[in-house]
């Protein structure tokens, strides 16, 4: 059970810091994300409230006590890695592979997770 949830901790903190440095960005260097965002197609002015959504999301994966609220923050980043992805495609500027990394580690948290919580 302790390798179980070191993987799961090794996991999710590795996402965390993924999602923060994302939300990092957002926040203190907003004009070099609001071009990426317009590059990609998205308007700009979901960038803060897609920065304050990861946050939530990172608090629900980490509290203990919100067992639903924790599928659908697993879902929600899922559904957000996968459409980074193919973004970063579309586009061409190596950005995938954070995406890629971050749908592997999100997938390692929610099987870890899962296994831990029998």
Do not use: C
């Not at 949830?5 to 996402?15: P, Q, R």
């Not at 946050?55 to 996968?82: Q, S």
């Not at 500027?93 to 948290?109: C, E, M, R, V, Y």
């Amino acid at each position: 059970m302790k390798r179980l949830k070191t993987i799961y901790y090794v996991a999710t903190g590795l996402l965390t810091i993924i999602l923060l440095f994302s939300v990092n960005m957002y926040i203190f260097k907003h004009d070099d994300v609001a071009k990426m965002f317009t590059n990609f197609g998205y308007p700009s002015y979901i960038i803060y409230p897609y920065a304050t959504a990861k946050l939530i999301g990172l608090f629900v994966i980490w509290y203990p006590g919100f067992k639903t609220l924790k599928e659908w923050a697993y879902a929600g980043f899922f559904f957000a890695f996968v459409l980074a992805f193919f973004a970063h495609v579309m586009i061409n500027d190596g950005g995938q592979i954070t995406a890629l990394i971050a749908l592997i580690l999100l997938a390692i948290s929610y099987i870890f997770n899962k296994k831990t919580q029998l």
